[in-house]
């Protein structure tokens, strides 16, 4: 039973444009996300949050929007450069409680 | 500052075999944590260790997976005997508190069981 919900495995955006990447939950005790970032052979890179409490939280050319009644975020990437290619991991937690990840959407920024 | 380290990056042993992984958190920090990723899954929880109690062991998939943290420093993670769907990458991450901070991840050790 997937609590959070990738439901892009890839997205190909040009170079400059935007990027928007979709994850959906199930879980209401959640009341923290998070995005991380992932390049291969990597771990994942912590890349921004977003507490429950918000609807939205920008850093740079990154900003999450956490829609609650609709138990929806997403990570908007504005512009997208070719170094963000990545696999992007939507993750949620309740509390003190353990993470749970999304599958993961695979960007692919065309130069 | 130094990262998480994981020891070996990648690892083949044959069915029935075992294999002993270990993480190194960044110092200081007394949450660490263990992953596992099956090729195409998600990300998988598998315990939460807070210095060097398991705070949450409840992703351990099952018996054969022994998680230890002496002294509160680094952790192993033994899996034995392995199975073929024990395959995967696993990945161990550190932080200062259990709450909303961030985990630092490390590249992970890619586990193959033939």
């Known amino acids: 039973d997937q609590q959070v919900k990738q439901n892009s495995p890839s997205l190909s955006v040009q170079e400059g444009r935007i990027s928007i990447l979709n994850c959906d939950y199930t879980n209401s005790m959640f009341d923290y996300f998070l995005w991380y970032k992932k390049y291969p052979a990597e771990g994942p890179t912590f890349l921004i949050s977003i507490s429950s409490i918000k609807d939205k939280n920008e850093d740079g050319r990154f900003t999450v929007f956490l829609n609650k009644s609709a138990k929806h975020l997403s990570l908007h990437i504005v512009p997208s450069q070719p170094g963000d290619s990545a696999v992007y991991f939507c993750?949620?937690?309740?509390?003190?409680?353990?993470?749970?990840f999304g599958i993961g959407t695979k960007l692919q920024v065309i130069p | 500052e130094a990262g998480v380290t994981q020891f070996p990056s990648h690892s083949v042993i044959e069915k029935g075999q075992t294999v002993t992984l270990r993480c190194d958190p960044i110092s200081g920090h007394d949450n660490l944590y263990w992953y596992r990723r099956v090729m195409g899954k998600e990300i998988k929880f598998l315990l939460h260790?807070?210095?060097?109690?398991?705070?949450?062991e409840s992703g351990m998939p099952n018996n054969r997976f022994l998680a230890e943290r002496t002294g509160g420093t680094y952790s192993t993670l033994k899996v034995q005997p392995a199975e073929l769907e024990d395959s995967g990458v696993y990945f161990c991450?550190?932080?200062?508190?259990?709450?909303?901070?961030?985990?630092?991840f490390g590249p992970g050790t890619r586990l193959t069981v033939t």
């Open positions: 993750a949620a937690k309740g509390g003190y409680q353990k993470v749970t």
């Open positions: 991450a550190s932080s200062l508190g259990p709450g909303p901070y961030e985990q630092y």
């Open positions: 260790f807070v210095k060097e109690s398991k705070q949450d």
